[in-house]
Structure formats: C-alpha cells, structure tokens
C-alpha cells in the first residue's frame, strides 16, 4: 500500500473535498488528479487541498491531443498546473487524426515533434511528460501512439527525466513483446497504471475497463516485468467504468484498494 495511489477518474463523480477526505480516512496518501476536476475546483485551491491533508500528487491526467488547433499553448498550461499541483509528471494521450486526415505516419511524426517543442517548458518546470501509448482500437480519433515501441521511439530523443514511458495495464496487456521489453526500460517508466480488460465492452469502448483482478489481464506478470525494470514508484489504479461510477466514492475506493491488494 506505500505505492498505491488512487486516480481520481476511478470515482468520476466524488467531489474532490470528499474525496481527499475519504483517502486521508482509509490511509491512502498518494493521488492522481485529472485536469478538468481541478480546474473545477479551482488549481490553486486545489494544490492547497492536497498539500494540507498530507496527499502527494503522482500524476496529473493528461494532455497531449495535439491533432487539436492550440495544442502548444494547452500543453504548457498542463505543464504550469502540474507544477502547481507538486506532481512529477504529466500523463500524454497523444490524440488521434486530424479531421478529414488518413495520414497516421504524419499524425505520428507530429507526436514526435510537438513533445521535441515541449521538452523545454517541461524541463525548467521540473516535468516529466509521459508518453501514454494507448490500444490501437483508439488509433483514429484518440491516440495514434499504439505499441510501447512507438512511445519509446519518441522519449528515447531526449534526456530519461524529460520524458518516459506510461505503461498502463490496459492498454499493453495484449502484446506479446511488451513484458520482456518493459523489463528493459529501466528509468525509461515514468509511471505504472493498473487497469483490467473486461468484455463485453460498452458502446463507445472508453468507459469499460475494470478494477484490478476482474478481467483477463496477467496482473503479477507486469509486477515482475516492472520490478526488474527497476522501478519504484507509485503505482496508479485508472480505471474508466460508468457502472462503478455510479457507486458511493468511498465504496469504489475500498473496491479498489481491494483489487489492487488482490494480485
């Protein structure tokens, strides 16, 4: 449990007070925080909600989509707010193809080249950007970066504490390769995510996943491919579900806690 940090999109609706309050109440100390509720809430109060009830920031979710108009900018806010926030790294989806576009190569080369822009701004902040390589059934509209490869490419062009590698259960899980390459990527894992793989899944496919132990997901082997990797650091449960957003915050926390003790 000293690793275990709950991502706040795992209980959508339970209001960043409450929330904060029911970690602190079942010990937990560690969190993920997503852009919009914090915005919400206001970034500074925010940063000051965290800090006073003793709560580290792992990781602040997410930005990137840079197929958008204004992505530079977007992204440097991201970037300030982390800093804010007292989080080491900023979680990347790096968006799908522009409209109307079927050039994925291109939209994958503009990926490379708005992070090489980036790397500045991150850096003087003390950021981390964490390329997020996401299942390719999202390739088209949310995340042309697929295979750990892909990802790795792109943050292997700068410095290892500019840029890493998210590696999410999720969305790695069906690859082969990927264990024996995660245990190769040494400080290269800027942050660990755990999610299930559950079917059916929903209309929309993006709130379907599980909490850890409840779908098909080799869990121990990510454990043992990260360990020899030599991470350390905190370890996120993600997990996007409208059926446990439904349920009491502190109940999907418990679940969770529970699901991620499980493996």
């Known amino acids: 449990m000293s690793r275990f940090s709950f991502n706040q999109i795992t ?58 108009d204004g992505w530079f900018d977007e992204n440097r806010r991201a970037i300030d707010e982390t800093a804010a926030l007292g989080a080491p790294v900023l979680v990347l989806v790096s968006g799908g193809l522009p409209d109307g576009s079927k050039d994925i190569a291109g939209a994958r080369k503009h990926v ?5 822009q980036l790397v500045p701004h991150a850096a003087a902040a003390g950021v981390t950007l964490a ?21 790795l490419a792109i943050a292997g062009q700068h410095p290892a504490g500019q840029v890493g590698v998210t590696v999410d259960t999720y969305h790695l899980w069906w690859d082969d390769t990927v264990l024996e390459k995660i245990e190769r990527a040494g400080d290269r894992i800027a942050i660990y995510q755990l999610a299930d793989w559950i079917t059916p899944l929903p209309a929309g496919v993006l709130t379907g996943r599980g909490l850890p132990g409840d779908g098909c997901v080799d869990m121990r082997a990510f454990h043992t491919a990260v360990q020899k990797a030599g991470y350390t ?27 991620y003790q499980s493996i």
Request: hydrophobic share 45%; net charge negative.
């Open 131 to 151: 390329i997020e390589p996401l299942h390719p059934m999202y390739a088209a509209d949310r995340c042309v970066i697929n295979t750990w490869d892909q990802a």
């Open 233 to 259: 650091g905190p370890i996120e449960v993600e997990v996007m579900n409208s059926e446990l957003w439904q349920r009491p915050g502190r109940d999907i926390l418990a679940d969770t806690i529970a699901g």
């Open 112 to 116: 490379a080249d708005a992070i090489a």
């Open 11 to 68: 209980a959508k609706h339970w209001e960043l007070t409450d929330m904060v309050k029911g970690l602190v109440e079942a010990g937990v100390d560690k969190v993920a925080l997503w852009r919009e509720p914090v915005a919400e809430y206001g970034l500074e109060r925010s940063a000051a909600l965290v800090r006073d009830a003793g709560l580290s920031v792992t990781t602040l979710c997410r930005s990137g989509f840079f197929q958008l």
